[in-house]
């Protein structure tokens, strides 16, 4: 290739980030270097098809005769390693914005893990870098690209430091269309370029490219080392658990094992092949705002876009590759989102992929806990905003109880109580919290579960009306909750408790006088056994944990709770006989009922001073 520069290069510094990723790799004892291959294969891959893509609407982009590949050149006498594809290239801004900064706001946030992280160059290993990884073997990269449809070609030089230079190719037209990446070797690094090393790692991690892979070694003919098919399209009974693995990896850029793997070919009316992957370990771009999935799709084995939206939202985690055999390649934007065709096909998939996951949790419970773990809180998402398979995805979800951890609703029902009807739960922000909040007491006393839910996400799709096999769910912190007719089991309990007669009206009369606005109302509880009282919201209403959300996100303000106080609470018992005035003995008592259930819910006084000063004054007069 000519990179004779007709002006003198231009340096540019890295973003920040890029600088201290870069830092990293290079200073990084991370020993899996081979990972650099693959990045770097799979981007060239990605580039061909890209360049496939765009060439539907203009043939001329790619010249007659000429197929995509890859071709890898080990120079012994210069100990470069040159990887070059014919693929899309990139023009001179575009080898700016792609190697000059990290755009993901995902990786962003993997890098302050890396930097935090004791040994950050495990992690390195689990989640790829992409471009940048080829630092950790080369000690200079020059990258000359060639825009498809553009006439000029330019280079990208850096030495991994603080930044890189960009300049132009004087011939720009003698520089095929593509990209060619030099990795000029550091000492350490010379094994890659032995052939037997190089096809080792194609072999291992980009045998699945569906691009032709070339080696050419000195002057020999160069010579494909991959299989280069489309695995999708091959059938189930030739493919082993190591094919699938290695697949998911490559199509997927990812460096854990797939927890789940769905492989099939649908025929009728209309064909299509879908290979897809639920990953084992969480991705670091699965809270991005824009909620994308990562599902290919491919016509005819021809690379389409990742940008289709084939699964919905809620199962953006999954991985893959659908090939349709009946749509046009010239698939416009409107017709990707259109298409009765490809509507079908996401409907189809979608039903078949919780299917899946059904499956695999009633025969395998261990893998598809890994899974729930990593995604549960994303599929509950699914229960807020896919009407249609609430009930499915509901049935798939997994608690934590006051019973035990991954409980399904079919477990809890399974364990209902005698004349129990509703499924009990308590959202909040930490479980500890919730374990010892009162308002599960009058649960706990009968032994009826109730499901802690902690999950941001759990306050939105519990606010939806639902149930499960007939059996509403219900709030412990909303609303009338009566649990009279089930019997209690710690009849033991209920002898020790303290028998007032506490006068009802008045007590309730004092505290709302004392309180006035800050409660919307006060109510005897039936939720309390032992602790004095509790907080919660009016039936209408939303439930607290989701009100709180809300106002925190600025969604949203919280509205007036009812307190909630138990009659035989000595605290509660002792209003009656206390000092009534104004700011008096009742009122520092009322207040601390309030303060107290506040602080239970994880809420801070409103005046936290005030509560210091009444607390004292109380206890003080005890003494
Ligand atoms: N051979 C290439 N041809 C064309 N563009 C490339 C090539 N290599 C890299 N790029 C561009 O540079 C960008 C950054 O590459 P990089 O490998 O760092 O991340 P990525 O491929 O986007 O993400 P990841 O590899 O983590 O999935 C790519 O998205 C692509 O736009």
Not at 83 to 92: K, S, V
Not at 301 to 319: E, M, Q
Not at 466 to 483: A, M, R, W, Y
Not at 598 to 606: A, S, T, V
Request: glycine share 6%; with cysteine; charged share 25%.
């Amino acid at each position: 290739m000519t990179t004779t520069d007709t002006a003198a290069p231009v340096s540019q510094p890295f973003q920040a980030e890029v600088a201290e990723l870069l830092n990293l790799m290079v200073h990084s004892v991370y020993s899996e270097t081979d990972i650099f291959l693959r990045e770097l294969i799979s981007n060239a891959s990605d580039a061909c098809d890209k360049l496939r893509y765009e060439a539907i609407a203009n043939p001329q982009l790619i010249p007659d005769g000429q197929s995509p590949n890859i071709t890898i050149i080990p120079d012994k006498a210069a100990n470069t390693l040159s990887i070059i594809d014919t693929g899309i290239g990139m023009d001179r801004q575009e080898l700016i914005d792609n190697l000059g900064t990290i755009a993901k706001s995902g990786t962003k946030s993997f890098l302050s893990r890396l930097t935090e992280a004791k040994d950050g160059s495990n992690l390195i290993g689990q989640f790829g870098v992409g471009f940048y990884a080829a630092f950790m073997v080369a000690e200079k990269i020059v990258v000359t690209s060639h825009r498809a449809g553009t006439h000029d070609a330019f280079t990208w030089t850096s030495t991994g430091g603080a930044g890189f230079e960009i300049g132009q190719v004087s011939d720009g037209m003698s520089v095929p269309t593509g990209t060619s990446i030099v990795l000029h070797l550091k000492d350490d690094a010379k094994k890659y370029l032995d052939t037997y090393e190089i096809e080792r790692i194609v072999s291992a991690y980009s045998d699945n490219i569906q691009f032709p892979i070339m080696l050419k070694d000195g002057d020999a003919v160069p010579r494909q080392i991959n299989s280069a098919s489309a695995l999708w399209q091959r059938s189930k009974s030739e493919l082993t658990p190591e094919d699938y693995s290695a697949a998911y990896k490559s199509i997927a850029h990812a460096y854990d094992e797939p927890a789940m793997t769905l492989h099939y070919r649908a025929e009728g009316r209309y064909s299509y092949a879908v290979l897809l992957f639920a990953p084992s370990q969480k991705p670091f771009d699965l809270f991005e705002p824009n909620r994308k999935g990562h599902v290919k799709l491919y016509v005819r084995r021809v690379f389409i876009t990742d940008d289709a939206d084939l699964l919905p939202s809620y199962l953006r985690f999954i991985r893959g590759v659908i090939d349709a055999e009946d749509l046009p390649l010239n698939l416009s934007r409107e017709m990707l989102q259109n298409n009765p065709q490809l509507a079908q096909i996401r409907k189809a998939v979608a039903t078949r992929v919780i299917g899946e996951l059904e499956s695999l949790s009633e025969k395998d419970a261990e893998t598809f806990a890994k899974i729930w773990d990593a995604f549960g809180p994303v599929i509950k998402e699914g229960i807020y905003e896919d009407f249609e398979r609430r009930e499915k995805l509901l049935a798939l979800s997994r608690f934590t109880t006051t019973s035990g951890e991954k409980r399904s609703l079919k477990d809890y029902v399974a364990d209902l109580k005698p004349n129990q009807t509703e499924i009990y739960y308590l959202a909040g922000d930490s479980l500890d919290r919730l374990k010892s909040n009162p308002k599960l007491e009058a649960a706990k006393s009968r032994g009826i579960e109730v499901l802690l839910l902690t999950d941001a996400v759990d306050a939105f799709w519990s606010s939806a009306p639902l149930d499960f096999d007939g059996k509403p769910l219900k709030s412990l912190s909303q609303g009338e909750v009566n649990l009279d007719l089930i019997p209690r089991i710690d009849e033991d309990a209920t002898k020790d408790e303290p028998k007032t007669e506490t006068d009802e009206a008045a007590t309730i009369a004092v505290i709302k006088e004392a309180l006035g606005e800050r409660v919307s109302d006060v109510k005897v509880s039936t939720r309390l056994t032992t602790s004095a009282s509790c907080l919660v919201a009016g039936g209408a209403g939303p439930d607290r944990e989701l009100e709180r959300m809300l106002a925190m996100q600025n969604r949203g303000s919280i509205t007036k709770p009812i307190l909630e106080i138990n009659l035989r609470h000595p605290l509660v018992a002792k209003i009656a006989g206390a000092d009534k005035a104004a700011g008096g003995e009742a009122s520092d008592i009322a207040f601390l009922l309030l303060e107290q259930a506040q602080i239970l819910d994880g809420e801070l006084p409103e005046d936290p001073a005030a509560f210091a000063s009444r607390l004292n004054r109380l206890v003080l007069r005890g003494l």
